[in-house]
């Protein structure tokens, strides 16, 4: 069993930047890849990105290519997800997910453990 807690969330203004960071439990965590996804209300949750078991593969949506940056520390159990340049268009539940393999996936099927999310808003 893993559990996972998000933190980083809040208010910050078009153009800024937020760290979401999300905190695993148990000792098979550096076997497992990571993943962030978000949900607005009114919509479906929609993928970020995703990162493999050592760190060294990373994907992203194309929304938010070349602003957000997913990483981990595998000695700490913690992935984070690093905002940059952010927009109104952003503003969500951010979620981290882990899956039991060490490949990384778009989709939130192959996920099997859940936090419970961080809301991030962005003023413009």
């Known amino acids: 069993q893993v559990q996972l807690v998000e933190s980083g969330g809040g208010l910050v203004q078009a153009g800024g930047s937020l760290r979401l960071s999300c905190a695993a439990s148990g000792r098979t965590f550096n076997n497992y890849a990571m993943g962030w996804f978000r949900q607005a209300p009114g919509k479906e949750r929609e993928f970020v990105a995703t990162?493999?078991?050592?760190?060294?593969?990373?994907s992203y949506a194309d929304s938010v290519k070349g602003r957000f940056t997913i990483s981990r520390d595998n000695a700490k159990n913690t992935a984070y997800l690093q905002m940059n340049s952010l927009k109104p268009e952003d503003t969500a539940v951010y979620y981290c997910a882990v899956r039991r393999n060490s490949g990384r996936s778009s989709y939130s099927s192959a996920y099997d453990y859940w936090g419970q999310g961080t809301q991030v808003t962005v003023s413009s």
């Open positions: 990162i493999t078991s050592g760190g060294g593969s990373t």
